[in-house]
């Protein structure tokens, strides 16, 4: 095992951050570096835990009852969101995509689930998915957000459920029950025994599997009508359904309603949740729709469209891992999701990886992807909402985990915090509360050694972002001692090639780079800031750091 201390002379040294990627050719041609989604550095937020911009939202619907500790909402919005895009911070982390939990509406009222009373704060309770719930915000807002995340370069993924509506209360009825089963529970043992059941106990399953056409709820039709857009929302059912030919059954409505925000605002792509606990060809269904809306925007919006890329669609399937290639194993049933609909499969298992050294993780990803994965890609994380086992759960290894997470091939997702070691140990909470506290701004601003941490994630996050080669490249090890490695990456008339230098000695240090660069190419150190010319196949830079990030 390697060991992996990073020291900073101060944290004052001048840093400058680019809001645009480029790279300069030897000294001579600008070349602005295109986006490719199987490189992209994704930050996953939850919508009401990340910046409050709208104080005005915070309470709706009465949500006023005491609940368990982090189990209501605490103000976090979209405008919150747009709010850190206007200050540049997403910029200045490397970030050039977004992924939010769903800000559909949620259910009125709350339930407990065992871990104390609850709101649906985190946005996968859904009670009417063509309406924005009002403590996230508004359509406006949404509108704004993509429009302001463009002008950044940044894209934007919606979080789409199919799976389940939310809990019954009082004020939130069951859905009709040609539209919902409500038991039995799954016990995961079977393909069986995980699709065609609930989750836990009062979370009504959507019969994803149903050929059965069905009516609208009774509860949704009085509710579209006191909002004044029933025939509107009819009229748009209809149409869709007779574009399409599908029948009227569960599936098909919540596709239409999710890819309608597509049509409407033109989101870059769609992260759907528990995907192994619906029948796999609603995925498929949804990705044709998904890549009808998108082009149907590009269509009607020309001057806004950014580039060629198609729509993008990423799945969590619970415990899949990149190991296992394109097949999730149900026990008594295999499933390839990336043939039915999916781009990306989120990785469970890199939080494992990544106690090992940088050379087993860098290999084995750049080896998977490069070879059975070719044309897809897996979206690596070390902590999230709700896996109850981190990598850095105390976040004693902050500087470690960007390291390996920013420069390891595959989609790099920065949960929330990550960069600005946010706790994920809160005292009081049950249950995957602990990993959902409010953003840690304040440490941000007063806190030194948060800062020093965010700089580090912010050198590499940049970098990343920059070279395509780092996360859609090939990899390759140049030497073991010092450890250095080459990444190299081509694309039509796009080429890339950087080397990278980790757990190097303080001061003064030689590389090999021949195997990559020429004897009199000039490099930079991307991290320092020095800069070397090649010579005899070496460079030499002399900073008081123990990482080199070379790039022409």
């Not at 709820?217 to 579209?224: G, S």
């Not at 780092?470 to 001692?481: P, T």
Request: charged share 25%; net charge negative.
């Amino acid at each position: 095992m390697k060991k992996y201390p990073i020291l900073f002379l101060l944290f004052a040294m001048a840093f400058f951050v680019s809001c645009s990627s480029s790279k300069t050719i030897n000294n001579k041609e600008t070349v602005k570096t295109p986006f490719v989604w199987e490189a992209a550095s994704v930050y996953f937020l939850m919508t009401d835990r990340f910046n409050n911009g709208d104080t005005s939202n915070d309470i709706n619907y009465n949500r006023n009852k005491t609940t368990g500790k982090l189990r209501g909402f605490e103000g976090g919005d979209i405008k919150g969101i747009s709010d850190k895009i206007d200050e540049g911070y997403f910029d200045k982390l490397g970030i050039n995509a977004i992924w939010f939990t769903p800000i559909v509406e949620q259910i009125h009222d709350g339930v407990d689930e065992g871990t104390g009373y609850s709101y649906g704060f985190h946005g996968y309770w859904a009670r009417d998915w063509t309406a924005l719930d009002p403590n996230f915000g508004t359509k406006e807002d949404l509108a704004a957000l993509v429009k302001k995340a463009h002008t950044h370069g940044i894209r934007i993924i919606l979080d789409g459920v199919i799976n389940h509506t939310g809990p019954v209360t009082a004020e939130d009825s069951v859905w009709p029950n040609d539209w919902v089963r409500t038991g039995p529970q799954c016990d995961y043992k079977t393909y069986e025994t995980t699709t065609n059941c609930t989750l836990v106990k009062n979370l009504p399953d959507v019969k994803t599997e149903s050929n059965q056409e069905v009516a609208l709820p009774p509860f949704l039709i009085e509710k579209w009508k006191k909002e004044g857009r029933y025939e509107q929302e009819v009229a748009s059912l209809d149409a869709f359904f007779e574009r399409t030919s599908y029948p009227r059954t569960p599936k098909y409505y919540i596709i239409k309603w999710l890819t309608d925000y597509i049509t409407e605002y033109g989101i870059d792509g769609y992260r759907a949740d528990t995907v192994k606990h619906t029948d796999e060809t609603v995925w498929a269904d949804f990705k044709t729709q998904c890549d009808y809306a998108f082009e149907t925007w590009k269509k009607n919006n020309p001057s806004k469209v950014l580039d060629n890329n198609s729509f993008y669609t990423m799945a969590e399937v619970y415990n899949y891992n990149i190991s296992a290639g394109k097949s999730f194993d149900f026990g008594d049933k295999k499933i390839n999701y990336y043939e039915n609909g999916f781009n990306n499969m989120i990785n469970f298992e890199f939080k494992w990886d990544a106690q090992k050294d940088y050379e087993f993780i860098f290999s084995k990803y750049s080896n998977a992807l490069n070879n059975e994965l070719k044309g897809y890609s897996v979206l690596n994380y070390l902590s999230s909402h709700d896996d109850g086992a981190p990598f850095d759960a105390k976040r004693t290894k902050t500087i470690e985990s960007a390291t390996k997470l920013l420069l390891s091939p595959g989609l790099a997702q920065v949960y929330y915090g990550d960069e600005s070691a946010r706790s994920l140990a809160i005292e009081g909470t049950e249950g995957d509360a602990t990993l959902r506290s409010f953003m840690n701004w304040e440490d941000i601003k007063t806190n030194s050694e948060t800062q020093k941490t965010l700089l580090h994630w912010q050198k590499l996050g940049q970098f990343r972002k920059t070279h395509l080669a780092i996360g859609a490249g090939i990899h390759k090890e140049i030497s073991a001692q010092p450890y250095t490695f080459s990444r190299s990456f081509s694309k039509g008339n796009y080429t890339d090639q950087v080397v990278i230098g980790l757990d190097l000695p303080m001061g003064k240090k030689e590389l090999s780079v021949g195997s990559v660069f020429v004897d009199g190419t000039k490099l930079k150190d991307a991290y320092s800031g020095k800069e070397a010319t090649v010579t005899n196949g070496k460079v030499v830079i002399d900073s008081n750091f123990d990482i080199i990030l070379l790039e022409k």
